[in-house]
């Protein structure tokens, strides 16, 4: 059974920084593509930046772009999202993805190019 477990959410203040942390199991972590993904309050779930399986490419979302960073562990099999700079219109629900990926494959970015998702951790970025 898959499982994705996003932690490091919390409350901060605009221009603080966060540390999500995704840890999965049940599936073969080093050929599987990440992603993290976010939903407000009556917003679609959107994308935030993703991951290919070997770590070398990388995408984001402009509004994140220079701000936000995501890296993966394949030793630990955990993904991870730094978040500095942080702004209110970042306050959302944070959640994970992975889908099994094959070497030349494209970083993924919409929600139904993933197989599993993590429960989310909120993330609150105060004025």
């Known amino acids: 059974q898959v499982q994705l477990v996003e932690s490091g959410g919390g409350l901060v203040q605009a221009g603080g920084s966060l540390r999500l942390s995704c840890a999965a199991s049940?599936?073969?972590?080093?050929?599987?593509?990440m992603g993290w993904f976010r939903q407000a309050p009556g917003k679609e779930r959107e994308f935030v930046a993703g991951m290919g399986r070997s770590g070398g490419n990388t995408i984001y979302a402009d509004s994140v772009k220079g701000r936000f960073t995501i890296s993966r562990d394949n030793a630990k099999s955990t993904v991870y999202l730094q978040m500095n700079s942080l702004k209110p219109e970042d306050t959302a629900v944070y959640y994970c993805a992975a889908a099994p990926t094959s070497p030349y494959s494209g970083v993924k970015r919409t929600t139904s190019e993933y197989n599993y998702w993590g429960q989310g951790t909120q993330v609150t970025v105060s004025s």
């Open positions: 049940g599936l073969t972590f080093s050929i599987s593509g």
